[in-house]
T-cell receptor
């Protein structure tokens, strides 16, 4: 079964709005990462958060991690059309290496 | 650095044929991963290497799949014989430290 599950499966917003995606997982982790994939391309690493961290920022990205709820969220602020892509969480931890969720498809409309 | 290089970018073959996918990692990256991506199953880790040694091949679907890393600059994923259900995009990714991964552009495989 999937370790990481993103929610929602698809999200459509207007340019300038914020986008929030969530990831839930099942077992203990060492770290959790978020990746972006543009159509037909390889994945690009966005941000890594370790199990002892609760929040991390990188530019317009904000990631939170709640290990008690086994969940993470990715917030993209002031979205742009270029943010249109699929976003994946990936977990690494107990008994499971580098497991990716099914992804959230984000569409940012101009 | 040119990033992770994969070849070919597209491969169309007939069922039963042998398929070899190639990956050149980023210089200095000690970890190399092979993934398969399909609409039905998403992104699946097939195998990963550390310093050219296979560490976890539990994701390799069956004996028809094999992967090698003869040196730090090259890895192959071979499917023999290929089947239509092997059609997917295969990604190679490398990492200096087993967390942040750098993905190649992928090889789109179609088995007829």
């Amino acid at each position: 079964s999937q370790q990481g599950e993103e929610d929602p499966q698809a999200l459509s917003i207007q340019e300038g709005e914020n986008a929030t995606m969530n990831c839930s997982y099942k077992t203990s982790i060492n770290n959790l990462q978020w990746y972006r994939q543009n159509s037909g391309r390889g994945l690009v690493h966005l941000i890594l958060i370790r199990s002892n961290e609760r929040e991390k920022h990188s530019g317009r990205l904000r990631v939170t991690l709640d290990t008690s709820k086994k969940s993470s969220s990715l917030l993209i602020t002031a979205s742009r059309a270029a943010d249109t892509a699929s976003y994946f969480c990936a977990t690494d931890g107990e008994g499971q290496n580098f497991v990716f969720g099914p992804g959230t498809r984000l569409s940012v409309l101009p | 650095d040119a990033g992770v290089i994969q070849s070919p970018r597209h491969e169309v073959t007939e069922m039963g044929q042998e398929v070899t996918l190639r990956c050149k990692p980023i210089s200095g990256h000690d970890y190399l991963f092979w993934y398969r991506q399909t609409m039905m199953r998403g992104l699946e880790l097939l195998i990963y290497f550390n310093n050219n040694v296979p560490i976890d091949d539990s994701g390799m679907p069956e004996d028809r799949f094999s992967a090698k890393m003869p040196n730090a600059s090259f890895s192959t994923l071979k499917i023999q014989p290929s089947e239509p259900r092997d059609s997917a995009v295969y990604f190679c990714a490398t990492s200096p430290s087993a967390d942040t991964q750098y993905f190649g552009p992928g090889t789109r495989l179609t088995v007829l």
